[in-house]
């Protein structure tokens, strides 16, 4: 039997469609993630349209692509058709070339004009989370027309929480009203008597998701309208959908800064060879960038030879620069990502930095200090007889490389930004394998300075 041809037999629909009876559509998706590929979608092509729409609708379901791709080419049509358009073209972009030649035509030819529409916006912009199932009405209208109205098409609208008012010559978007007005007004009133005051606020369909989330939070929004140059209106973006992109944008960023690729599925979904694909490469640039360590190590082995009192200290030296880059590369991934920063401020963030990396290396320098001279008078360990010179040399380099740190960690998202990357590339390995290699190179500089003609 095919493999598209999901139920086996006439009376698996009901034994398939049985366990989620008393489920609601949160804990029916979970149920099935759970499931292997072809059971989940046996189980979803056994559910009623209605309930098989609502669940693949949900943005925690695992696999969307894949499930509407196992599903016989007529349910899976009707599945998309029925969809809210957003989330149709999500699971359409997962599907490849072949899937997709082999369903769109078999869409509606509303959908498919839509979906078609929405798939040529680019990722991660106002125009590819919008959705065309929006409420808009002409300024022409009253209360009661356009109550009347959202009675008559509210279940075939992804939101009816804000109602857009149209030019009724030219269909720009004049104003926008809430729920919450239009209900309060007398049925006879202007639908434009009960707008808001203010101009509507309008994004373009190239914006990018974060300054939407952006706008949307400072505004305090449900949805905003996604409008072309003549302020036509185009779609909206909900609240839920921006949610929906910033949280799984932010778990990219996640495993970016820890120094891998981002992860595309949950991670017991991801394959052995995909797995290792994703970690190997950036574990492989990692490990090249430590080699310049060793290979610094190797330029002062003379010095290592001469005083191996300084060995005991690299790792509690490398370790602080390390971790003082990833302070300050965490910090400003962060503010770059909301806003908070643009690249033109990179000379302020560099000119704050500085201090603080120099004030932080001096409170680990004066703790380094302590350490060393508590543990030779208490008799714990004999530094030799230039311990002073070396507790002066492990705490001035503290200072440098905890610095330098601040600095680079600081810099480097601003320098990925500026040349078009991702600024959470700037992972925390990445930022301390730099600092590593940097950091030997000031501290034995500092050595030199402070113990030429003694140890060295």
Do not use: C
């Not at 305090?220 to 909900?238: C, S």
């Amino acid at each position: 039997m095919n493999q598209k041809q999901l139920l086996r037999q006439p009376g698996d629909a009901l034994a398939l469609a049985a366990p989620l009876a008393n489920f609601n559509t949160a804990d029916a998706v979970e149920y099935l993630n759970t499931l292997a590929l072809l059971p989940a979608a046996d189980t979803l092509a056994a559910l009623p349209l209605p309930r098989a729409v609502k669940m693949l609708e949900a943005p925690e379901l695992h696999r969307a692509g894949d499930l509407v791709a196992a599903l016989p080419p007529a349910r899976a049509a009707a599945l998309l058709g029925l969809m809210a358009d957003d989330r149709a073209t999500d699971i359409v972009h997962e599907l490849d070339a072949e899937e997709r030649e082999r369903l769109i035509p078999l869409l509606g030819a509303e959908a498919r004009q839509v979906i078609q529409t929405l798939l040529g916006y680019a990722p991660n912009t106002a125009g590819a989370l919008m959705t065309t199932e929006f409420v808009s009405v002409p300024a022409t209208w009253t209360v009661a027309q356009t109550l009347q109205h959202i009675r008559e098409v509210e279940r075939s609208r992804e939101t009816v929480y804000a109602i857009y008012v149209l030019d009724p010559a030219t269909q720009r978007l004049q104003q926008v009203v809430t729920m919450r007005r239009l209900i309060t007004g007398l049925p006879e009133q202007s639908i434009l008597d009960v707008a808001q005051t203010n101009p509507p606020v309008t994004v373009d369909v190239e914006l990018d998701q974060e300054e939407v989330a952006q706008l949307i939070r400072r505004h305090d929004l449900l949805a905003i309208p996604v409008v072309d140059a003549q302020q036509q209106l185009l779609g909206i973006v909900t609240v839920d959908d921006i949610l929906d992109a910033l949280i799984e944008e932010s778990t990219e960023d996640a495993h970016k800064f820890g120094g891998m690729e981002a992860l595309d599925k949950p991670y017991m979904q991801i394959g052995f060879v995909e797995m290792l694909r994703k970690r190997a490469g950036w574990l492989s640039v990692l490990f090249i960038g430590e080699m310049l360590t060793a290979s610094a190590m190797q330029h002062y082995e003379d010095e290592l030879a001469r005083a191996v009192v300084l060995t005991l200290f690299i790792p509690l030296i490398m370790s602080s620069g390390g971790n003082s880059g990833s302070q300050a590369t965490s910090l400003l991934i962060r503010s770059l990502a909301l806003r908070e920063l643009r690249l033109r401020d990179w000379w302020k963030v560099a000119l704050r930095e500085l201090p603080t990396g120099v004030v932080l290396g001096s409170i680990l320098g004066a703790l380094a200090v302590g350490r060393i001279t508590v543990w030779q008078l208490g008799g714990l360990h004999d530094y030799g007889d230039h311990w002073v010179l070396l507790a002066m040399t492990v705490g001035a380099a503290l200072v440098g490389i905890v610095t330098f740190g601040s600095l680079s960690g600081s810099m480097l998202p601003f320098i990925l930004k500026r040349f078009g990357f991702d600024p959470a590339s700037a992972s925390a390995p990445f930022v301390a394998t730099l600092v590593d290699v940097t950091g030997l190179v000031i501290y034995f500089s500092i050595a030199a300075m402070i113990l030429g003609g003694t140890l060295l």
